[in-house]
C-alpha cells in the first residue's frame, strides 16, 4: 500500500484513513494552513495547528467540522503524523507522514523568505517530498519585500495628494505588507477595509504586532483625511465603489503576481508591489536540492518546468494535477 494517494478528493493516506487539504467534505482531514483553496468547511474531523483551526473558525463559524484537534506528533492508524513549519502564513505547516511503506513530506504551500507572522520553514527529509510550485518558473524570482515596500513609501511620499490603496488578501498577505511598512519606519495609523479587521485583530492577539489600524470608513466629510494615506484592503474591493471614494487613489497590488506586468495592467494597477509568500524558482529548487528526496511530487501551479528541472538533475519526480486549487487565490 502506498503511503500516499491523489484521489479525487485530494491527497490520501490509506493506512491512516485520512486526507490532507481535501477537496471536498471527508471523513478526517488535515490541514496545512488556513487559505481557502486549502482548508475548506464541511470535514467530519479536522486536524491542524491550534492557529490554523482559529483561522478556520474566523473564516466559516465555530460549527466549520464535527470534531477538531489540535495537531501534536501522534499515531493516526498505521501511520505516525507530524507538523512542522512552512513559513507561509500564521499557523501554516508542512505534514510528515511515516508509515511501514515509506515516509512523505507534504510542504502545503512555503516560503523561505523571513516572515515575522510564522516560524521559518523547517526542513523535513522523507522519501517523497510533495512540492507546491505556484512560482515554479526560473523567470520567478522574488525581489527583497523591503524593496517593494520602499516603492510605496516613496510613492506616497512623492504624492501626498492622494490615498495609496494596497490590494492584499486578508490571511497572511495584509498582516505581511503592514508589518513591512512598520518595519521600514511608517509610524502613522494604517486604514483597512472592514473585511481585513477580524484576521488582523487575530494577528494581534497572537502577538504578532501591527501598530495603530483604523477602519477605512469613508464618506464626503471624511475624503480629504486619506489623503496621504495607506488603505488596506481585499483586492475585490477595488472594483467597487469603495476605491473610487478616496482622493486620486493610487491603486497598488502586493502579490507574487505582479511580477507579471500583464496581471497588473489587466487588472489596473498602478503601482505593482511584488511581495509573494511562496517560493520563488530559486528557493524552490534549491529546497529539493537540500531535502534530496527519492521522488518530488509536485502540485499547484506549473507543474511542467520544476518535473523538467528534476528530470535534468536525474530526480524521480511526478505531476500530481489536483483539481481545484487556484494558484492566483492567495498567492
Ligand atoms: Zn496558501
New binding site residues.
Partial sequence: MAILENTDAGLFCPAGGFHIDPLRPVDRALI????A??ARAGHRAVMATAQTLDIMAIRYGEAFAGVRQVATPTRIGDVDVSFHPAG??LG?AQIHISGRTGSVTIS??YSRTANPACAPFQPVPADIFVTEATFGLPVFRHPDPLDEIGKLLASVAAQPERAHLVGAYA??KAQRVIMLLRDAGWDAPIYIHGALQRLCDYHIAQGIPLGDLRPATIDRSTKAQFAGQIILGPPSAFAATWAQRFPDPVICFASGWMQVRARARQRGVELPLVIS??VDWPDLTRTITELNPAETWVTHGREDAVIRWCDLQQRAARPLRLAGYDDE???
Avoid: C, R, W
Fill in positions: 496545512t494552513h488556513g487559505h483553496d486549502h507561509h502564513v501554516s502545503g504551500d490571511l497572511g509568500d511562496h487565490a492567495e498567492a
